[in-house]
């Protein structure tokens, strides 16, 4: 039922305006791969391409060994669940899941076997007889997840399916999609601009900026190991700063502050004038002692587990500090304090490329 999908020099133009330019990309059978970006980025119209719905003005996207260019979406086999869930108000439950089994014209025991089966998979068999407009949105996304999936396809696309439902409940349906998904087995592409949801939902993620992908890693590796600036910082929350390299006693060193430096023996002996420093703010430490870098709290939000902080260093650069919330109250603005940086986990890029500039895994661990 699940097949790969390969995406070979893949470009994409509207009229003179090129959106995609020689992409290539390979996602594993079975495998629950995500397209993350801003919007814009091209991440919807990378869907629609593998849907059939858009062309293809080069390259070839593939399912297994067979290149799917030229086939019309509805021999190419897949299902698709959209944003704003495509239910049919005028059928029941049962009637909208099976649509896409009587339009094959299976025989009506099979048909109804099929649908049985996949509504205690979404776990909404009890809703099997009730109009849509009674049902909540969780209950309507699964419906149209049923409905996708109950055609067995090759392959399940999913366009930011979560984006109507509140807070709570998009937890909630991530968590089951991802259940279901597992369980089906199912090669499946989500497209979604929300960073938390890929980093939950995900085996792989992509990371997409004006059609070009950034970076390819499972969520704990693109979180740690950002490849670029643009990753870093879209993926989650960090601070940039611009700090310098220097090489001292065959080792390098992060100059954090004038009393203050970090020894990345993981890095190659040398100097850089300007690097590009990525914080994220629970790798700060917040300390009042006299080692670390001098900072005086602007801000503090308590958000029960976590205090969020902004700090002010001396050199005018303002900061996000997180850590966990203790017995006590927190910081007051206006008080002195010093930070200290966890230096396993930060990551440097170059100044002028913006790229990762670490060479070892040590910083992913």
Same mark, same amino acid.
């Given at each position: ?7 070979? %020099? ?10 995609? $330019? ?9 495998? +629950? +791969?995500? =397209? ?13 391409? &593998?849907?059939? /719905? ?6 070839? @996207? $593939? ?18 669940? +959209? ?5 049919? *108000?005028?059928?029941? !439950? ?29 776990? @909404? $068999? ?23 999936? !109950? ?14 439902? %509140?807070?709570?409940?998009?937890? %909630? ?48 590796? @693109?979180?740690?190991? *950002? ?6 910082? /879209? ?26 430096? =970090?020894?990345? $023996?993981? @890095? ?28 005086? &709290? ?14 002010? =260093? ?34 440097? /890029? ?16």
């Amino acid at each position: 039922m699940s097949v790969t999908i390969s995406f070979n %020099d893949i470009v994409k133009k509207y009229n003179d305006k090129t959106v995609i $330019s020689g992409l290539s990309l390979d996602i594993k059978k079975g495998e +629950f +791969f995500t =397209l993350l970006g801003p919007s814009g980025c091209g991440k919807t119209t990378l869907l629609r391409m &593998i849907a059939g /719905f858009n062309s293809i003005e080069g390259g070839d @996207i $593939s399912f297994g060994e067979k290149v799917m260019n030229l086939i019309t979406p509805q021999y190419r086999n897949i299902g698709m669940v +959209f944003q704003n869930y495509a239910i049919f *108000p005028n059928l029941d !439950v049962k009637n909208n899941v099976g649509f896409g089994l009587k339009n094959k014209k299976l025989a009506k025991d099979e048909i109804e076997k099929r649908v049985d089966n996949i509504l205690d998979i979404v776990q @909404i $068999s009890q809703f099997k007889n009730t109009m849509p407009e009674n049902l909540s949105g969780g209950q309507q996304q699964r419906i149209a997840l049923a409905r996708a999936i !109950v055609i067995e396809p090759n392959v399940l696309l999913m366009d930011e399916p979560l984006s109507n439902l %509140d807070a709570k409940l998009r937890i %909630d349906m991530r968590e089951a999609i991802k259940e279901i998904q597992s369980k089906i087995g199912i090669t499946t592409v989500y497209v979604t601009h929300d960073q938390e949801e890929a980093m939950a939902i995900s085996d792989r993620i992509a990371v997409m900026n004006t059609g070009i992908i950034q970076q390819v890693g499972t969520p704990r590796e @693109i979180y740690q190991k *950002p490849s670029n600036i643009f990753v870093a910082s /879209f993926i989650g929350r960090t601070n940039i700063l611009k700090r310098s390299l220097r090489s001292e006693n065959g080792k390098t060193v992060l100059v954090m502050h004038d009393d203050y430096q =970090l020894d990345m $023996s993981n @890095i190659p002996p040398q100097q850089r004038e300007t690097v590009k420093v990525s914080i994220r703010p629970e790798e700060f430490a917040i300390s009042q002692t006299q080692e670390g870098i001098p900072g005086v &709290i602007q801000q503090s939000v308590f958000l029960g587990l976590n205090v969020h902080y902004t700090v002010k =260093l001396q050199t005018k650069e303002s900061v996000e500090v997180i850590e966990e919330a203790t017995l006590g109250e927190p910081l007051e603005p206006e008080t002195n304090v010093r930070l200290l940086i966890k230096k396993e986990k930060i990551n440097l /890029f170059d100044d002028e490329s913006e790229r990762n500039i670490l060479e070892d895994d040590s910083y992913a661990k």
